[in-house]
T-cell receptor, first 113, second 114 residues
Framework: DQQVKQNSPSLSVQEGRISILNCDYT??????FLWYKKYPAEGPTFLIS?????DKNEDGRFTVFLNKSAKHLSLHIVPSQPGDSAVYFC????????????FGKGTKLSVIP | SQTIHQWPATLVQPVGSPLSLECTVE??????LYWYRQAAGRGLQLLFY??????ISSEVPQNLSASRPQDRQFILSSKKLLLSDSGFYLC?????????????FGNGTRLTVT
C-alpha cells in the first residue's frame, strides 16, 4: 500500500518555463513533507520541506505547496533550468519521535534547453 | 564539512552468498545513521536506523542485519542473499530526527543478486 504517490514517472519542460511536480499521500498522520533531488550515480539531496501548519514554503526558485484537505503537495520550479533535470522524490513523515520517512517512487524531470 | 562514504558502488553476488556493505561519515559526531533500499519500481524504504553505537532499530523484517561498531560507521550485512535482496542501497545520516534535519545520503550501492 503506497502511502506516498508520485503518479507521474516523468515530466518534460522547456527551459525557462514552470515545472510542477505532484505528490499525493493517504496517511493523515503525516505532518511534515520533504522533496529530495537525485542526479544519476549520486544519492538524493535535500531540496525543500514544509510542515503541515503551513500551506506554502519558498526557497529561491523552488516553492512547495501543501493542500491538507486534498492530501496533496506540489513542487514548483520557476524558471526551470537544464541543471534541474533529475529525479525528484517526495517524502513524508509524522513527528512524535519517528525516524521513518515514507518516500514516493520519484518523478524524472527533464528540462529541455 | 561533513562527508559520507559508501562502498562499493556496484556489486553482483550469487544467491546464498554473504553481503557486507559499509558506510562511514566524516566531519560530524554522534550522527543518526540509516540504511535505505530502493527496489525496482518502488520508493526508498527505510531498512534500519541507529541513534548511537550498538543501537539498531529495524523497520522491516527481512534477510538483512545492520551493525554500528563505531560512532560513524554503519554496516549492512546478510549471511545468505536472496534474489529479492537486489536493489539500490543507500546509507544516510542526519543530525537530528528527519522532521528536524534533512537526511544526507551517500551515492549508493547497486546490488544485483543472480
Amino acid at each position: 500500500d503506497q502511502q506516498v504517490k508520485q503518479n507521474s514517472p516523468s515530466l518534460s519542460v522547456q527551459e525557462g518555463r514552470i515545472s510542477i511536480l505532484n505528490c499525493d499521500y493517504t496517511n493523515s498522520m503525516f505532518d511534515y513533507f520533504l522533496w529530495y533531488k537525485k542526479y544519476p550515480a549520486e544519492g538524493p539531496t535535500f531540496l525543500i520541506s514544509i510542515s503541515s501548519i503551513k500551506d506554502k514554503n519558498e526557497d529561491g526558485r523552488f516553492t512547495v505547496f501543501l493542500n491538507k484537505s486534498a492530501k496533496h503537495l506540489s513542487l514548483h520550479i520557476v524558471p526551470s533550468q537544464p541543471g534541474d533535470s533529475a529525479v525528484y522524490f517526495c517524502a513524508a513523515g509524522s513527528g512524535a519521535g519517528s525516524y521513518q520517512l515514507t518516500f514516493g517512487k520519484g518523478t524524472k524531470l527533464s528540462v529541455i534547453p | 564539512s561533513q562527508t559520507i562514504h559508501q562502498w562499493p558502488a556496484t556489486l553482483v553476488q550469487p544467491v546464498g552468498s554473504p553481503l557486507s556493505l559499509e558506510c562511514t561519515v566524516e566531519g560530524t559526531s554522534n550522527p543518526n545513521l540509516y540504511w535505505y533500499r530502493q527496489a525496482a519500481g518502488r520508493g526508498l524504504q527505510l531498512l534500519f536506523y541507529s541513534v548511537g553505537i550498538g543501537q539498531i532499530s529495524s523497520e522491516v523484517p527481512q534477510n538483512l542485519s545492520a551493525s554500528r561498531p563505531q560512532d560513524r560507521q554503519f554496516i549492512l550485512s546478510s549471511k545468505k542473499l536472496l534474489l529479492s535482496d537486489s536493489g539500490f542501497y543507500l546509507c544516510a545520516w542526519s543530525v537530528l530526527r528527519p522532521d528536524n534535519s534533512p537526511l544526507h545520503f551517500g551515492n549508493g550501492t547497486r546490488l544485483t543478486v543472480t
